[in-house]
């Protein structure tokens, strides 16, 4: 069975959670970070989710979703060791070592730099956003 979207993603457009067009940058994680005990809203850069989660192939073509998901959970994985069940309000950088998507590029993996921000939106409501620190 193939899950993927008419325009090749793993999660439909309407998967997309927008934290009420504050960030309309953003793409919902929340289902997969459950699974590492997030207990709030977890949201992804777009900028992010190209560069160290999304896996294409030469021609542009989707890899398969379980690796798709492996790199997905490794972040995840990362940032819950930073929350170390911490709640309140943070700002904290933490690495992953991520393999590049762009075909000319090496395909060793590489260190990139991370933010981790717990806030609350602006409905008062906690949540996570990861992103690179220049954002």
């Not at 590492?36 to 192939?57: G, I, Q, T």
Request: aromatic share 10%; glycine share 2%.
């Amino acid at each position: 069975m193939n899950n993927l979207s008419a325009n090749g993603d793993m999660f439909p457009e309407d998967h997309y959670q927008l934290e009420a067009n504050y960030r309309p940058d953003l793409r919902d994680v929340t289902s997969t970070a459950r699974l590492f005990n997030f207990k709030r809203p977890v949201y992804m850069s777009d900028e992010v989710w190209n560069d160290c989660v999304d896996l294409r192939a030469i021609g542009n073509e989707s890899y398969d979703e379980l690796a798709v998901l492996q790199r997905l959970r490794h972040i995840l994985f990362m940032a819950a060791s930073v929350l170390r069940g911490r709640v309140e309000d943070l700002q904290y950088n933490f690495r992953i070592y991520r393999v590049p998507n762009k075909p000319m590029e090496s395909r060793r993996p590489e260190p990139v730099d991370l933010l981790l921000i717990a806030h609350k939106d602006e409905f008062n409501r906690p949540v996570i956003t990861i992103q690179f620190p220049a954002e």
